[in-house]
């Protein structure tokens, strides 16, 4: 499975972006797909996740619910970080993340970058 993530930038704070994370190759094993983030100097952190199932349940992160929507795109394997009233504080690299047959898999990351 691979991953490439697209849509970071720069925003204002109260602006909005969109992740995008494309996945390729067996991508009938995946069983769910999630966003992390990573701030410098900190530890990286799991933002929301979208479970494959019927109901495609998802989680999020206290500090991004009712900002931040993850959604998936089953017709060309893609899934999507909508992230509203950014914050500076939500500056960091975003990754992609997929588990697929116990394993992880990892995008390249994508900077978001939100200035007061």
């Known amino acids: 499975v691979q991953l490439v993530e697209s849509g970071g930038g720069l925003v204002q704070a109260g602006g909005s972006l969109r992740l995008s994370c494309a996945a390729s190759?067996?991508?009938?094993?995946?069983?769910?797909m999630a966003w992390y983030r990573q701030a410098p100097g900190k530890q990286r952190d799991l933002v929301a996740r979208?479970?494959?199932?019927?109901?495609?349940?998802?989680y999020y992160a206290d500090s991004v619910k009712g900002r931040f929507t993850i959604s998936r795109d089953n017709g060309n394997d893609t899934m999507y970080l909508q992230m509203n009233n950014l914050e500076p504080e939500d500056t960091a690299i975003y990754y992609c993340?997929?588990?697929?047959?116990?394993?992880?898999?990892w995008g390249q990351g994508t900077q978001v970058t939100v200035s007061s």
């Open positions: 190759g067996n991508t009938i094993v995946i069983i769910y």
């Open positions: 979208i479970n494959f199932d019927s109901d495609s349940t998802t």
């Open positions: 993340n997929g588990r697929a047959r116990s394993r992880n898999y």
